[in-house]
Protein backbone atom coordinates (compact mmCIF):
# COMPACT_ATOMS: atom_id res chain seq x y z
CA UNK A 1 0.00 0.00 0.00
CA UNK A 2 1.29 3.39 -0.56
CA UNK A 3 1.38 5.15 2.74
CA UNK A 4 -1.23 8.12 3.89
CA UNK A 5 1.62 10.90 3.25
CA UNK A 6 2.49 9.94 0.03
CA UNK A 7 -1.58 9.86 -0.94
CA UNK A 8 -1.73 13.07 0.81
CA UNK A 9 0.61 15.02 -1.34
CA UNK A 10 -0.62 12.64 -4.21
CA UNK A 11 -4.19 14.41 -2.98
CA UNK A 12 -2.79 17.98 -2.83
CA UNK A 13 -0.95 17.69 -6.35
CA UNK A 14 -4.42 16.44 -8.40
CA UNK A 15 -6.19 19.46 -6.65
CA UNK A 16 -3.96 22.10 -7.45
CA UNK A 17 -3.29 20.48 -11.23
CA UNK A 18 -7.14 20.81 -11.28
CA UNK A 19 -7.10 24.26 -10.49
CA UNK A 20 -4.82 25.40 -12.82
CA UNK A 21 -4.94 26.66 -16.20
CA UNK A 22 -2.09 24.17 -17.12
CA UNK A 23 -1.99 22.77 -20.72
CA UNK A 24 -0.01 19.88 -20.00
CA UNK A 25 -0.79 16.63 -21.45
CA UNK A 26 -0.48 15.60 -18.04
CA UNK A 27 -3.29 17.67 -17.32
CA UNK A 28 -5.40 16.51 -20.10
CA UNK A 29 -5.34 12.85 -19.19
CA UNK A 30 -5.05 12.49 -15.25
CA UNK A 31 -8.70 12.71 -15.25
CA UNK A 32 -10.68 12.13 -11.49
CA UNK A 33 -10.80 8.17 -12.73
CA UNK A 34 -7.33 8.01 -13.65
CA UNK A 35 -6.30 9.12 -10.44
CA UNK A 36 -8.05 6.98 -7.97
CA UNK A 37 -7.35 4.04 -10.19
CA UNK A 38 -3.75 4.62 -9.91
CA UNK A 39 -3.14 6.41 -6.21
CA UNK A 40 -2.64 3.30 -4.41
CA UNK A 41 -0.02 1.20 -6.57
CA UNK A 42 3.47 1.06 -6.29
CA UNK A 43 6.02 -0.76 -8.40
CA UNK A 44 8.69 -3.18 -7.37
CA UNK A 45 11.20 -0.50 -7.42
CA UNK A 46 8.71 1.55 -4.93
CA UNK A 47 8.17 4.07 -7.19
CA UNK A 48 4.08 5.60 -7.29
CA UNK A 49 2.04 7.78 -8.92
CA UNK A 50 3.92 10.86 -7.08
CA UNK A 51 7.09 9.88 -8.42
CA UNK A 52 5.25 10.55 -11.82
CA UNK A 53 3.75 13.41 -11.35
CA UNK A 54 5.52 15.81 -9.43
CA UNK A 55 7.40 17.39 -12.12
CA UNK A 56 4.09 18.38 -13.74
CA UNK A 57 2.30 19.79 -10.86
CA UNK A 58 5.04 21.78 -10.05
CA UNK A 59 6.22 23.21 -13.10
CA UNK A 60 2.30 23.74 -14.53
CA UNK A 61 3.83 25.46 -17.74
CA UNK A 62 5.39 21.71 -18.74
CA UNK A 63 4.35 20.62 -22.06
CA UNK A 64 3.50 16.75 -20.91
CA UNK A 65 4.57 16.92 -17.20
CA UNK A 66 5.29 13.36 -16.68
CA UNK A 67 8.16 11.03 -15.96
CA UNK A 68 8.63 7.48 -15.73
CA UNK A 69 10.80 6.59 -12.06
CA UNK A 70 11.22 3.02 -13.55
CA UNK A 71 10.49 0.61 -16.45
CA UNK A 72 8.12 -1.32 -14.80
CA UNK A 73 5.99 2.47 -14.40
CA UNK A 74 5.20 2.23 -17.70
CA UNK A 75 2.85 -0.81 -17.29
CA UNK A 76 1.94 -0.28 -13.78
CA UNK A 77 0.85 3.29 -14.62
CA UNK A 78 -0.45 2.70 -18.42
CA UNK A 79 -3.95 4.03 -18.09
CA UNK A 80 -2.29 7.26 -17.48
CA UNK A 81 1.32 6.67 -19.87
CA UNK A 82 -1.03 5.25 -22.65
CA UNK A 83 -2.89 8.03 -23.85
CA UNK A 84 -0.20 10.53 -22.72
CA UNK A 85 2.64 8.63 -25.54
CA UNK A 86 -0.48 8.17 -28.22
CA UNK A 87 -0.93 11.59 -28.04
CA UNK A 88 2.39 12.75 -27.86
CA UNK A 89 3.67 9.90 -30.55
CA UNK A 90 0.79 10.75 -32.92
CA UNK A 91 -1.42 8.02 -32.99
CA UNK A 92 0.66 5.08 -30.78
CA UNK A 93 -2.50 3.11 -29.65
CA UNK A 94 -2.22 1.01 -26.70
CA UNK A 95 -2.87 -1.59 -28.87
CA UNK A 96 -0.07 -0.52 -31.88
CA UNK A 97 3.36 -2.82 -30.91
CA UNK A 98 6.67 -0.70 -31.83
CA UNK A 99 8.79 -3.37 -34.08
CA UNK A 100 11.54 -4.86 -33.29
CA UNK A 101 14.76 -2.76 -33.63
CA UNK A 102 16.04 -2.57 -37.23
CA UNK A 103 19.14 -0.12 -38.09
CA UNK A 104 18.37 -1.06 -41.43
CA UNK A 105 21.20 -0.71 -44.49
CA UNK A 106 23.28 1.58 -43.62
CA UNK A 107 24.81 2.10 -47.47
CA UNK A 108 21.72 3.53 -48.47
CA UNK A 109 22.43 6.85 -47.18
CA UNK A 110 24.63 8.91 -48.22
CA UNK A 111 25.48 13.05 -48.00
CA UNK A 112 23.28 15.58 -47.96
CA UNK A 113 25.28 18.01 -48.57
CA UNK A 114 28.11 16.99 -50.98
CA UNK A 115 29.61 20.98 -51.36
CA UNK A 116 29.37 21.90 -47.85
CA UNK A 117 26.39 24.68 -49.04
CA UNK A 118 23.90 24.28 -46.67
CA UNK A 119 24.50 21.77 -43.52
CA UNK A 120 27.00 23.14 -40.61
CA UNK A 121 27.00 19.59 -39.07
CA UNK A 122 25.04 16.83 -38.46
CA UNK A 123 24.33 14.12 -35.70
CA UNK A 124 22.18 11.04 -34.51
CA UNK A 125 21.77 10.00 -31.16
CA UNK A 126 19.74 7.16 -29.12
CA UNK A 127 18.96 6.96 -25.29
CA UNK A 128 19.30 3.79 -23.08
CA UNK A 129 18.78 2.35 -20.18
CA UNK A 130 20.75 -0.50 -18.27
CA UNK A 131 18.12 -3.69 -17.29
CA UNK A 132 17.93 -4.03 -13.76
CA UNK A 133 18.57 -0.56 -12.49
CA UNK A 134 15.69 2.12 -11.87
CA UNK A 135 15.58 5.45 -13.51
CA UNK A 136 16.57 8.78 -11.65
CA UNK A 137 14.20 9.08 -9.00
CA UNK A 138 15.00 5.74 -7.78
CA UNK A 139 18.68 5.57 -7.81
CA UNK A 140 20.83 5.52 -4.83
CA UNK A 141 24.23 7.11 -4.84
CA UNK A 142 25.72 3.40 -4.49
CA UNK A 143 23.81 2.86 -7.72
CA UNK A 144 24.87 5.45 -9.73
CA UNK A 145 28.67 4.95 -8.76
CA UNK A 146 27.87 1.16 -9.82
CA UNK A 147 26.61 2.33 -13.42
CA UNK A 148 29.60 4.72 -13.83
CA UNK A 149 31.72 2.29 -12.86
CA UNK A 150 30.12 -0.37 -15.77
CA UNK A 151 29.74 2.30 -18.07
CA UNK A 152 33.40 3.79 -17.75
CA UNK A 153 34.68 -0.07 -18.05
CA UNK A 154 32.67 -1.24 -20.70
CA UNK A 155 33.42 2.38 -23.11
CA UNK A 156 37.15 1.69 -22.12
CA UNK A 157 37.17 -2.01 -24.30
CA UNK A 158 35.76 0.15 -27.97
CA UNK A 159 38.09 -0.11 -30.59
CA UNK A 160 39.15 2.04 -33.64
CA UNK A 161 37.44 4.88 -34.03
CA UNK A 162 35.63 4.41 -31.10
CA UNK A 163 38.65 4.54 -28.82
CA UNK A 164 38.74 7.41 -26.36
CA UNK A 165 38.43 8.37 -22.84
CA UNK A 166 35.75 8.50 -20.18
CA UNK A 167 36.08 11.67 -17.92
CA UNK A 168 34.19 11.28 -14.62
CA UNK A 169 31.98 15.01 -13.62
CA UNK A 170 33.11 14.06 -10.10
CA UNK A 171 36.74 15.42 -9.16
CA UNK A 172 37.06 17.08 -12.80
CA UNK A 173 39.86 19.25 -13.27
CA UNK A 174 38.98 23.48 -13.96
CA UNK A 175 40.99 22.54 -17.15
CA UNK A 176 39.29 19.47 -18.91
CA UNK A 177 35.89 20.91 -17.42
CA UNK A 178 36.78 24.20 -19.42
CA UNK A 179 37.71 21.65 -22.96
CA UNK A 180 34.27 20.08 -22.70
CA UNK A 181 32.07 23.26 -22.14
CA UNK A 182 34.78 24.73 -25.21
CA UNK A 183 33.13 21.56 -27.58
CA UNK A 184 29.88 21.93 -26.57
CA UNK A 185 30.36 18.62 -24.66
CA UNK A 186 29.71 19.19 -21.12
CA UNK A 187 25.92 18.67 -19.59
CA UNK A 188 25.04 20.86 -16.68
CA UNK A 189 22.94 19.93 -13.70
CA UNK A 190 19.00 19.51 -14.63
CA UNK A 191 16.54 22.19 -15.07
CA UNK A 192 13.44 23.00 -12.83
CA UNK A 193 11.67 19.88 -14.55
CA UNK A 194 14.34 17.53 -14.18
CA UNK A 195 14.81 18.84 -10.23
CA UNK A 196 11.15 18.90 -9.73
CA UNK A 197 11.29 14.63 -11.47
CA UNK A 198 14.14 14.34 -8.76
CA UNK A 199 16.22 13.55 -11.65
CA UNK A 200 19.24 15.14 -10.07
CA UNK A 201 20.26 14.13 -6.83
CA UNK A 202 23.46 13.50 -5.32
CA UNK A 203 24.80 15.35 -8.22
CA UNK A 204 27.45 15.08 -9.88
CA UNK A 205 27.94 11.68 -8.12
CA UNK A 206 28.01 8.51 -11.56
CA UNK A 207 27.91 10.97 -13.91
CA UNK A 208 30.37 11.28 -16.78
CA UNK A 209 31.39 12.02 -20.12
CA UNK A 210 33.09 9.64 -22.57
CA UNK A 211 34.35 10.53 -26.04
CA UNK A 212 36.48 9.29 -29.13
CA UNK A 213 39.95 11.19 -29.87
CA UNK A 214 38.30 12.65 -33.07
CA UNK A 215 34.96 14.09 -30.99
CA UNK A 216 32.68 12.73 -33.09
CA UNK A 217 31.66 10.07 -30.91
CA UNK A 218 30.29 10.74 -27.46
CA UNK A 219 28.75 9.04 -24.34
CA UNK A 220 26.40 11.07 -21.96
CA UNK A 221 26.41 8.91 -18.42
CA UNK A 222 23.56 9.35 -16.37
CA UNK A 223 22.51 12.82 -17.52
CA UNK A 224 18.80 12.55 -18.16
CA UNK A 225 19.09 9.27 -18.90
CA UNK A 226 21.69 6.07 -17.68
CA UNK A 227 23.08 6.51 -21.11
CA UNK A 228 22.94 8.88 -24.54
CA UNK A 229 24.93 7.90 -27.31
CA UNK A 230 25.97 10.67 -29.72
CA UNK A 231 27.48 10.25 -33.03
CA UNK A 232 28.44 13.69 -34.52
CA UNK A 233 30.42 15.52 -37.20
CA UNK A 234 30.44 18.88 -39.42
CA UNK A 235 29.25 18.52 -42.60
CA UNK A 236 25.69 16.55 -43.96
CA UNK A 237 27.56 13.42 -44.11
CA UNK A 238 24.66 11.13 -42.71
CA UNK A 239 25.99 8.07 -43.85
CA UNK A 240 28.89 8.40 -41.99
CA UNK A 241 27.41 10.00 -38.63
CA UNK A 242 24.57 6.96 -38.69
CA UNK A 243 27.15 4.12 -39.64
CA UNK A 244 29.35 5.45 -36.40
CA UNK A 245 26.63 5.27 -33.99
CA UNK A 246 24.99 1.89 -35.36
CA UNK A 247 28.71 0.55 -34.50
CA UNK A 248 29.29 1.95 -31.58
CA UNK A 249 25.55 0.81 -30.12
CA UNK A 250 25.95 -2.72 -30.77
CA UNK A 251 29.16 -2.83 -29.19
CA UNK A 252 27.74 -1.41 -26.60
CA UNK A 253 25.06 -3.88 -26.43
CA UNK A 254 26.48 -7.02 -26.31
CA UNK A 255 28.54 -6.04 -22.90
CA UNK A 256 25.57 -4.10 -21.17
CA UNK A 257 22.07 -5.53 -21.33
CA UNK A 258 19.23 -2.20 -21.90
CA UNK A 259 15.62 -1.99 -20.92
CA UNK A 260 13.20 -3.03 -23.70
CA UNK A 261 9.48 -3.84 -23.34
CA UNK A 262 7.80 -5.48 -26.06
CA UNK A 263 5.12 -3.13 -27.11
CA UNK A 264 6.83 0.20 -26.75
CA UNK A 265 10.41 -0.55 -28.10
CA UNK A 266 13.34 1.11 -25.99
CA UNK A 267 12.43 2.34 -22.06
CA UNK A 268 13.88 5.54 -20.79
CA UNK A 269 12.81 8.46 -18.33
CA UNK A 270 10.93 10.13 -20.31
CA UNK A 271 7.88 9.29 -22.39
CA UNK A 272 8.53 11.35 -25.20
CA UNK A 273 11.83 9.23 -26.15
CA UNK A 274 10.36 5.86 -26.50
CA UNK A 275 10.53 3.09 -29.24
CA UNK A 276 14.02 4.04 -31.28
CA UNK A 277 14.48 6.73 -29.05
CA UNK A 278 16.52 8.00 -32.08
CA UNK A 279 17.24 11.99 -32.89
CA UNK A 280 18.56 12.50 -36.05
CA UNK A 281 19.76 16.35 -36.52
CA UNK A 282 21.04 18.61 -39.16
CA UNK A 283 22.22 22.21 -38.54
CA UNK A 284 20.99 24.19 -41.10
CA UNK A 285 21.23 27.58 -43.31
CA UNK A 286 18.56 27.75 -45.49
CA UNK A 287 17.77 31.51 -45.91
CA UNK A 288 15.36 31.56 -48.36
CA UNK A 289 13.28 29.07 -47.12
CA UNK A 290 13.50 30.97 -43.26
CA UNK A 291 11.91 33.94 -45.19
CA UNK A 292 9.14 32.52 -44.84
CA UNK A 293 8.82 30.66 -42.06
CA UNK A 294 5.79 29.38 -42.65
CA UNK A 295 6.49 27.26 -45.58
CA UNK A 296 9.71 26.29 -43.99
CA UNK A 297 7.22 24.64 -41.32
CA UNK A 298 4.66 23.67 -43.72
CA UNK A 299 7.42 21.05 -45.96
CA UNK A 300 9.05 20.19 -42.50
CA UNK A 301 5.74 19.28 -41.46
CA UNK A 302 5.09 17.00 -44.56
CA UNK A 303 8.14 15.26 -43.36
CA UNK A 304 7.31 14.15 -39.88
CA UNK A 305 10.40 16.24 -38.62
CA UNK A 306 10.97 19.35 -36.18
CA UNK A 307 12.24 22.59 -36.42
CA UNK A 308 14.29 24.59 -33.66
CA UNK A 309 16.82 27.19 -32.97
CA UNK A 310 20.08 26.92 -33.25
CA UNK A 311 20.77 25.54 -29.31
CA UNK A 312 17.39 23.32 -29.60
CA UNK A 313 14.14 23.80 -27.70
CA UNK A 314 13.01 27.13 -26.87
CA UNK A 315 16.12 28.94 -28.93
CA UNK A 316 16.03 31.72 -31.63
CA UNK A 317 18.21 30.67 -34.81
CA UNK A 318 21.36 32.41 -34.62
CA UNK A 319 22.88 33.55 -38.15
CA UNK A 320 19.86 31.60 -39.80
CA UNK A 321 20.72 28.10 -38.71
CA UNK A 322 18.29 25.91 -37.48
CA UNK A 323 18.53 22.53 -35.70
CA UNK A 324 15.70 20.21 -37.52
CA UNK A 325 15.22 16.47 -36.60
CA UNK A 326 13.07 14.01 -37.32
CA UNK A 327 9.98 14.01 -34.91
CA UNK A 328 8.60 10.25 -35.08
CA UNK A 329 10.57 8.01 -32.91
CA UNK A 330 7.55 5.39 -32.32
CA UNK A 331 5.96 2.88 -34.06
CA UNK A 332 9.07 2.94 -37.13
CA UNK A 333 11.82 1.25 -37.14
CA UNK A 334 15.38 3.18 -36.34
CA UNK A 335 16.57 3.25 -40.15
CA UNK A 336 13.12 4.51 -41.05
CA UNK A 337 13.11 7.43 -39.05
CA UNK A 338 16.61 8.42 -39.86
CA UNK A 339 15.38 8.35 -43.88
CA UNK A 340 12.54 10.33 -42.68
CA UNK A 341 14.93 12.98 -41.91
CA UNK A 342 17.09 11.91 -44.44
CA UNK A 343 14.08 12.61 -47.16
CA UNK A 344 12.90 15.68 -45.85
CA UNK A 345 16.36 17.75 -45.35
CA UNK A 346 17.07 16.52 -49.12
CA UNK A 347 13.45 18.37 -50.03
CA UNK A 348 14.31 21.64 -47.84
CA UNK A 349 17.50 21.92 -49.40
CA UNK A 350 15.56 20.69 -53.23
CA UNK A 351 13.39 23.95 -52.89
CA UNK A 352 15.86 26.49 -51.15
CA UNK A 353 18.12 25.68 -54.56
CA UNK A 354 14.89 26.27 -56.50
CA UNK A 355 13.90 29.70 -54.38
Not at 44 to 56: A, H, R
Not at 159 to 164: P, S
Not at 294 to 318: F, I, M, N, P, S
Not at 325 to 353: F, H, P, Q
Amino acid sequence: MVDAATIEKLEAGFSKLQASDSKSLLKKYLTKEVFDALKNKKTSFGSTLLDCIQSGVENLDSGVGIYAPDAEAYSVFADLFDPIIEDYHTGFKKTDKHPPKNWGDVETLGNLDPDNEFIVSTRVRCGRSMEGYPFNPCLTEAQYKEMEEKVSSTLSGLEGELKGTFYPLTGMSKETQQQLIDDHFLFKEGDRFLQAANACRFWPSGRGIYHNENKTFLVWCNEEDHLRLISMQMGGDLKQVYKRLVTAVNDVEKRVPFSHHDRLGFLTFCPTNLGTTVRASVHIKLPKLAADKAKLEEVAGKYHLQVRGTRGEHTEAEGGVYDISNKRRMGLTEYDAVKEMYDGIAELIKIEKSL
